[in-house]
């Protein structure tokens, strides 16, 4: 198994961190994405013609999109089933967060961008924008909270607490803070102390 | 200019821009100590560089060079060119030049965690260093030609290079030679006899706010320029978000501040060499 990869990006870690929560035995092509935007070059968009990463091959199957690998990487490597129950109600729940990482909380990656690697995006717009997106978490978590459920889309971490980790978890690098966000914090240390959690530079464990 | 400048900051060289990289209409734009400014390439790759709170007649020009993979500027009087680095001329370096990381801080702050070796096995656990071989033994700090030279300092680091496949004792020699610029000589895994060199040069856009530039001068015959990127801006970016939440924003100097810092003789000796020649850009007193 093979993951285009690059080290910054929170939609890679997303993968590397479930790989090492699956236990998965993978090799890295490390891609540079800043500054040399190889990810826009001709060698790169015939792997993924819309240029990004994280790009996903196993055997014969190639994927793109974080949330769409880690759908695969469940279906065919969780043996407990957990990560992605299969039963109709959690399948839509994930699903549900699913896109909410692939879009609301990409707002953060994008205030993040803007000011760490100087990308012409309208940061404050991005700050506002997952600002929201984290309220609506936050209160969810509350919600779910007073049931006694812990975790985005049921009662154990599902792939749904994976996709959403970690532009919540490196949103200070975009100047978006915790401080607002209670039930997000607890919920960040909660992942950050899952056996086999593995750190990228702007998160780290928890001792 | 949010603040006057002290001659010793206004009159240093800064990096600006890497050599290749270039926006729309072959301009970059960026800031300098509070002053905007823009470099323009002509057809055969010379650059002009202009600062933009000025008219023409009023002398917009700023002076260009390039050196070491990159294009510097100075909005003062250079009494010298730009800093030497003999070391990196050396046959079989591969060198980098990696492009600006913005840093919401004081550049000063950014060099003086650079110079500190006490939070490698913490920030940088598992490759600059490890708990519990947390020790800094006892390193030489001297002051050279009106630069900063920290020698003999020694450290385990279980990863000290992309190429290391192992921990190793690394021998450690920093150098400033530039309030913005500290060089760093470090063992190289591959041939022990000699040190692998990596600078900051750091663009001090505003008083707390810098974008740094990373250059390297290797030995490496295994990694990819790509993988070495990684290993290197992996290392870089641990330390971003601990120096954005440093307080004060700035670097204290004088007053009270050196007895309540912690006792590092590298960062004491950086902080008094500010002090000595009238630094006050970037720094606060107290």
Redesign the interface.
């Known amino acids: 198994m093979k993951l285009y990869d690059y080290i910054l990006s929170g939609n890679c870690y997303k993968i590397r961190l479930f790989l090492s929560f699956l236990d998965i035995n993978y090799e890295t092509v490390p891609v540079d994405y800043y500054p040399g935007r190889e990810h826009r070059f001709p060698d790169f968009l015939e792997i993924n013609p819309l240029g990004q990463l994280p790009v996903l091959v196993d055997d014969e199957v190639k994927l793109r999109d974080a949330q769409a690998i880690l759908i695969y990487l469940a279906s065919k490597y969780d043996t407990s089933g957990r990560w992605y129950p299969r039963n109709p109600e959690a399948m839509g729940k994930i699903a549900m967060w699913l896109s909410f990482a692939g879009t609301e909380i990409m707002n953060s990656s994008n205030a993040r961008l803007h000011d760490m690697l100087a990308y012409d995006l309208d940061a404050d717009k991005a700050r506002a924008n997952a600002h929201a997106a984290f309220r609506i978490l936050d209160d969810h978590l509350v919600e779910v909270g007073f049931a006694g459920q812990e975790w985005i889309a049921g009662t154990q971490p599902s792939i749904a607490d994976v996709a959403c980790f970690p532009y919540v978890a490196l949103s200070r690098d975009g100047g978006i803070e915790h401080d607002d966000y209670p039930a997000i914090q607890s919920w960040l240390t909660r992942i950050q102390s899952l056996p086999r959690f593995i750190d990228m530079p702007g998160i780290h464990f928890m001792k | 200019m949010s603040k006057i400048v002290d001659p010793f900051t206004l009159n240093q060289w800064y990096a600006v821009r890497?050599e290749n990289?270039n926006g729309p209409d072959r301009t970059h734009r960026t800031r300098l100590l509070g002053v905007d400014i823009i470099c323009q390439d002509d057809e055969n790759g010379q650059v002009s560089i202009r600062r933009l709170d000025r008219t023409e007649s009023q002398d917009s020009e700023l002076p260009s060079r390039k050196r070491y993979g990159l294009v510097w500027t100075s909005l003062g009087m250079p009494e010298s060119g730009i800093f030497e680095m003999p070391e990196t001329e050396e046959e079989g370096r591969r060198h980098f030049v990696?492009?600006?990381?913005?840093v919401?801080t004081s550049g000063l702050r950014a060099i003086e965690n650079f110079l500190d070796l006490a939070h490698f096995p913490y920030v940088h656990?598992g490759i600059l260093g490890e708990e519990p071989l947390t020790e800094v033994t006892d390193y030489q700090v001297e002051r050279i030609n009106n630069e900063i030279w920290v020698k003999d300092c020694s450290f385990h680091q279980p990863k000290a290079a992309a190429i290391a496949e192992e921990g190793i004792h690394v021998n450690y020699i920093y150098r400033v030679p530039h309030p913005f610029v500290s060089i760093l000589y470090k063992t190289c895994p591959l041939f022990p006899e000699k040190f692998d060199v990596i600078a900051l040069m750091v663009l001090p856009r505003e008083e707390d706010v810098c974008?740094i530039y990373t250059t390297a001068s290797l030995f490496d015959n295994v990694n990819?320029?790509?993988?070495i990127?990684?290993f290197q801006?992996?290392?870089?970016?641990?330390d971003?978000?601990i120096l954005?939440n440093q307080v004060p924003k700035l670097l204290p100097l004088g007053g009270r501040s050196e007895v309540s810092v912690r006792a590092d003789a590298a960062s004491i000796a950086y902080r008094r060499w500010l002090l000595d020649n009238g630094l006050s850009y970037g720094a606060c007193t107290g």
Not at chain 2, 233 to 238: D, E, S, V
């Open positions: 890497t990289k990696w492009d600006a990381v913005t919401k656990s974008d990819t320029d790509v993988e990127l990684h801006q992996k290392i870089f970016l641990q971003r978000l954005e």
